[in-house]
């Protein structure tokens, strides 16, 4: 008789396994804890939960390419809750203000789709005079968000890239 209730029990799981097998996994929820596998929506979520005490924390990464003959950047940086908020966040006002003007923000664009100098910017349409545009570029320069590499060239330095391409994708309304 036991042998009756275990193939019974074993016929059950496998319909039950062979059900789980051939449904879609549901989509794990926006504050729910998803399976750790390699397609896991919350990775990055999971993880910083799972090396950050106290009421928790921040981090952005990016793996970016600049372009195809470019090596891959991969940058990530981490704060915890309570390094956020106990910090003074009007020192970052001057950095947030560069990107805050919609010039600065095609310029930055431009550099980043390959015009280097201010007369390649001259060149495209509404930047302005190269006195409007020194302007600007002086602007993210001191902010931090530009970078001279020669005389008269610039670029968006290296550990930029990620912050400001996770401020952007922050600020828009693209999923």
């Known amino acids: 008789m036991a042998d009756d209730k275990t193939e019974q029990r074993l016929a059950d799981l496998e ?7 051939s449904a879609d996994p549901p989509a794990p929820s926006r504050g729910g804890t998803a399976p750790a596998s390699a397609e896991d929506t919350f990775f990055a979520v999971n993880e910083l939960r799972r090396r950050v ?6 981090l952005y990464a990016g793996t970016v390419r600049a372009s195809e003959d470019h090596e891959p950047l991969e940058w990530q940086y981490g704060h915890p809750v309570e390094r956020l908020e106990g ?6 006002a001057p950095r947030l203000d560069a990107l805050g003007n919609p010039v600065r923000l095609k310029l930055l664009h431009e550099i980043w789709n390959g ?3 201010v ?3 001259a060149e495209l349409p509404g930047f302005g ?11 993210l320069t ?3 968000w530009l970078a ?3 005389r008269g060239h610039y670029s968006i330095p290296a550990e930029r890239i990620v912050p400001l391409l996770v401020i952007l994708a922050a600020a828009g309304d693209t999923p």
Not at 15 to 21: C, G, I, T
Not at 53 to 58: A, E, N
Not at 87 to 92: I, P
């Open 129 to 139: 005079t190269t006195g409007q545009i020194y302007h600007h570029v002086n602007q």
């Open 15 to 21: 319909a039950r396994v062979a059900a789980l097998e």
């Open 115 to 117: 015009a280097g100098t």
């Open 119 to 121: 007369a390649e910017l």
């Open 148 to 150: 001279p590499t020669r």
């Open 87 to 92: 910090s003074d966040w009007s020192r970052l």
């Open 53 to 58: 005490g106290g009421r928790g924390g921040v």
């Open 142 to 144: 001191s902010a931090g």
